[in-house]
């Protein structure tokens, strides 16, 4: 037995030396902060469109036609839940940020010295004679599982979350924020398109041939036919929209919980736990 929790301290103090480790699960994290960004960026970007679309206000009386309606009055409701959007995304920016700050703690030297600490009291307590203590050697046991705990407790929460990003909510990101751009893309076309409405009505003046006039009702026309196209287009973002927000909200704020949760609950175990003397004249005897 002796040798064997002495072969297992040894293994876990190498195992914590592997840098490899670290960098891969910091790349693994800096992907998951990208990700928030890009949507927090498509967010963002929505709501810029949409600002420049609201109060833009098509007006035209001509020959006794009457149209006078604001573009981006329809947008109202879809803009107030992208601007919730938004809200959501920086939280969620904010928290991988956070993840990514404990990641890079648990790789600082200091957990590797208290870890290698540990480890070589434990050592001492097991075979140096003079210094056999069951006390002493349950505290360094203890110390050890924390330091082990510190250790590694991040990189196999990053690993996990990204396993499970990877097999369940992958391919819904990917469709959520690519249609999502679309309706960003098709918003700044009907932005265009009123803007020059706009801008060639000012410029026709009162006293323009009914002609013009009218070729501008017809154009007003189809940019309200366009809008109500697009209206699909807008209501089939809103779920994407739902969609980003119960991944990163899942990734960002419900597991990291429960991994604080589960470390707490593991630190209390850690404290609260005692070895028996008939488990350590075990190792001793052994």
């Not at 994290?29 to 498509?42: K, P, T």
């Not at 499970?164 to 309706?183: G, H």
């Amino acid at each position: 037995m002796k040798i064997f929790v002495s072969i297992l301290l040894i293994l876990v103090l190498v195992l914590s030396l592997a840098f490899e480790i670290d960098e891969r699960a910091i790349v693994i994290q800096d992907a998951a902060f990208d990700r928030a960004m890009i949507a927090f960026g498509l967010a963002k970007g929505l709501n810029a469109v949409i600002s420049l679309i609201q109060g833009t206000e098509l007006s035209f009386t001509p020959v006794g036609v009457g149209l006078n309606f604001s573009v981006g009055e329809v947008l109202d409701p879809f803009n107030d839940m992208v601007e919730r959007f938004s809200w959501v995304m920086l939280l969620a920016t904010v928290s991988l940020g956070i993840q990514k700050i404990i990641l890079l703690l648990s790789s600082k030297i200091f957990i590797q010295v208290a870890l290698g600490i540990s480890v070589a009291l434990s050592l001492a307590f097991i075979w140096v004679k003079e210094i056999k203590n069951s006390l002493f050697l349950s505290y360094s046991l203890k110390l050890f599982v924390l330091m082990l705990l510190l250790r590694f407790s991040a990189i196999i929460f990053v690993f996990i979350s990204q396993e499970f990003y990877t097999s369940t909510l992958q391919i819904q990101y990917t469709e959520a924020s690519s249609i999502i751009e679309n309706t960003r893309v098709e918003l700044e076309a009907l932005q265009s398109k009123s803007k020059t409405l706009v801008q060639a009505q000012k410029q026709e003046g009162f006293f323009g041939n009914v002609s013009s006039k009218y070729d501008k009702v017809i154009e007003s026309l189809n940019i309200s036919r366009q809008l109500d196209t697009l209206q699909n287009s807008i209501e089939n973002a809103s779920r994407n929209i739902i969609t980003l927000i119960t991944i990163f909200i899942v990734q960002s704020v419900v597991l990291p919980l429960l991994y604080l949760w589960m470390l707490v609950i593991s630190v209390k175990l850690i404290f609260r736990s005692e070895f028996t003397s008939q488990q350590l004249n075990r190792v001793y005897n052994s």
